[in-house]
Nanobody, 118 residues
Framework: QVQLVESGGDLVQPGGSLRLSCAAS????????MAWYRQAPGKERELVAR???????DYADSVKGRFTISRDNAKNTVYLQMNSLKPEDTAVYYC????????????WGQGTQVTVSS
């Protein structure tokens, strides 16, 4: 069984910063990509940022230059450093991993709330 546990969500003022963490645990053979998605009320879930095992990253246009994704392969952990936060960044942020146990598959965390408001 695999678990992805997120932490770091909070209420922050516009212009502030937050760092999200997500640790994967369980019967993991290998992890290919780890990513952060978000879902705001009334909107579809969208990709925020993704990082592969080799360190290749990609970002949603709306967060480029403000968010940085990083990964500690030894700890099966992914981070999302969020700077210059805006009210429109308010959402539940979900961790995602494409990994192999018996077979390859997508796994999700339970989500962590990020609220940007004055």
């Amino acid at each position: 069984q695999v678990q992805l546990v997120e932490s770091g969500g909070d209420l922050v003022q516009p212009g502030g910063s937050l760092r999200l963490s997500c640790a994967a645990s369980g019967s993991i053979v290998s992890i290919h990509a780890m990513a952060w998605y978000r879902q705001a009320p009334g909107k579809e879930r969208e990709l925020v940022a993704r990082v592969t095992t080799t360190g290749t990253t990609d970002y949603a246009d709306s967060v480029k230059g403000r968010f940085t994704i990083s990964r500690d392969n030894a700890k099966n952990t992914v981070y999302l450093q969020m700077n210059s936060l805006k009210p429109e960044d308010t959402a539940v942020y979900y961790c995602n991993a494409y990994l192999r146990t018996i077979r390859w598959g997508d796994y999700w965390g339970q989500g962590t709330q990020v609220t940007v408001s004055s």
